[in-house]
């Protein structure tokens, strides 16, 4: 595809989430981020979060500081790492967030000329458990000079070495295509799923357990897996030292925003500590975890 077929400014901006963990996961915990979101499988144990639109689009925010105050608030509320890729009119570049460590990125310029430390693609391949060896030369020659290379077909580049990993986008999900044609090819594939806010339905209605579940079938999971027992509709200790943690975390990233006036960083901050919040007065609210049953 040409240059001249992309739009230009803003729109031409997109960007992908993808969460190391099969879809059952990632559906109760997607909703965090507040925005219209569509979900699908990306290969065994991945899934892939598509923004349908974004602070991005109108020019509030920078996407590369957005997606990485996502994937901030998402790997810290869940123990599997997100990798947010991104690219606008300018540069295109990855945010690698896992837990509580500092997130890890990577940027080039539209031509493709490497604007990152070298360093910084290795700590990538160990928190993603890569080959030391293959999978670490393939990312070595990503951060090295190539007149033929621009930014998109450095992130294609990048996808091919994480398909070793077990990562498969779905048809149509091509690194630099504007987020409209990113959504157009997930809305037709009968194991994408929408994401809505907490506590909503499309329509404004209240979701319940039910629709949870009907959404998990969706994508042929009947319930939630693993992460359930830290969410805070659990219960339970567990649930109570990811709220805890969740505030610990959340107010220091809201600051940093309001220093760095990111919005990014300051919704990422927002979000752990309004889940963090909600779990330790649900906690409080049940008697202290005397509720354990999940989804």
């Known amino acids: 595809m040409s240059t001249e077929e ?5 729109a031409a901006s997109g960007a992908l989430l993808l969460c190391r963990a099969a879809p059952g996961s990632v559906v109760p915990v997607a909703p965090l981020l507040r925005a219209p979101l569509l979900l699908a499988p990306a290969g065994e144990e991945w899934t892939v979060l598509v923004p349908e639109g974004g602070p991005w689009l109108h020019g509030a925010e920078p996407v590369d ?3 990485t105050g996502w994937a901030v608030a998402l790997a810290v509320g869940a123990p599997w790492p997100v990798l947010a890729l991104w690219w606008d009119t300018d540069r295109a570049g990855l945010t690698l967030a896992a837990g509580f460590r500092r997130p890890v990125g990577y940027v080039w310029l539209m031509n493709g000329v490497p604007a990152g430390e070298d360093e910084a693609m290795r700590t990538f391949a160990a928190r993603l458990g890569l080959d030391p060896v293959l999978d670490v030369q393939a990312l070595d020659r990503l951060t090295r000079p190539d007149p033929g290379a621009d930014a998109r077909s450095r992130l294609r580049g990048l996808l091919a070495v994480l398909t070793r990993a077990g990562v498969a986008l779905p048809e149509g999900l091509a690194p630099g295509e ?3 044609r990113l959504c157009a090819a997930l809305r037709g594939r009968s194991d994408a799923v929408p994401v809505e806010r907490p506590g909503e339905q499309p329509g404004g209605r209240p979701a319940g357990r039910e629709s949870v579940r009907a959404r998990l079938d969706t994508v042929g999971v ?4 693993r992460v359930g027992c830290w969410l805070p509709g659990a219960g339970g200790p567990r649930a109570r030292a990811l709220a805890l943690a969740q ?5 220091p990233l809201t600051l940093l925003g309001v220093r760095r006036r990111s919005g990014g960083w300051i919704t990422a901050g927002a979000l752990l500590l309004a889940h963090g919040v909600l779990g330790l007065a649900y906690d409080v609210t049940r008697g202290g975890g005397s509720r354990t049953e999940g989804y």
Do not use: I, K, Q, W
């Open 6 to 10: 992309f739009p230009s400014g803003p």
């Open 65 to 67: 500081r957005v997606l």
């Open 178 to 180: 504007p987020a409209e």
């Open 222 to 225: 009947s319930r939630v897996s």
């Open 247 to 251: 505030v610990a975390a959340g107010l």
